[in-house]
């Protein structure tokens, strides 16, 4: 954990944007989607599980639609891969719609109107 902990004390500002994004930000991002053949996107999001073993009593909550044990990274990147906003943690049972929809990441953007 204090090995986790440095590294992201390290590279979290270079590597991860502050929520909420400020214009400059914004503006970036899409015009770097509108370059790539984007046009109007500001990020790419998609989740992603990872395996676990809970414990018997959590179980069900962590069993995902593959079949298996999981928690889930739930991402968003820019133009250049750099990573925006990341949520990890949910249960593998929920789903990526799910998990957006109770994260900070829509709040900031339904609220601030990004």
């Known amino acids: 954990m204090e090995f986790c902990e440095e590294v992201w004390q390290a590279m979290s500002t270079q590597y991860i944007k502050k ?5 400059d930000v914004v503006t970036e991002c899409v015009n770097g989607f509108h370059r790539l053949g984007f046009p ?3 990020g790419a ?3 992603c599980h990872i395996e676990i073993k809970p414990n018997s009593t959590d179980a069900t909550d962590y069993h995902n639609y593959k079949g298996w044990y999981s ?13 925006l ?7 593998g049972r929920c789903n990526d719609s799910q998990i957006y929809n109770s994260s900070l990441l829509k709040n900031v953007i339904t ?3 990004v």
């Open 111 to 113: 609220e601030d109107e």
């Open 19 to 23: 929520l909420p994004p400020t214009q």
């Open 71 to 83: 928690i889930v990274l739930l991402a968003l990147v820019d133009y250049r891969s750099r990573f």
């Open 45 to 47: 999001i998609d989740g």
């Open 85 to 91: 906003y990341i949520n990890i943690g949910a249960p």
């Open 40 to 42: 109007q996107c500001l």
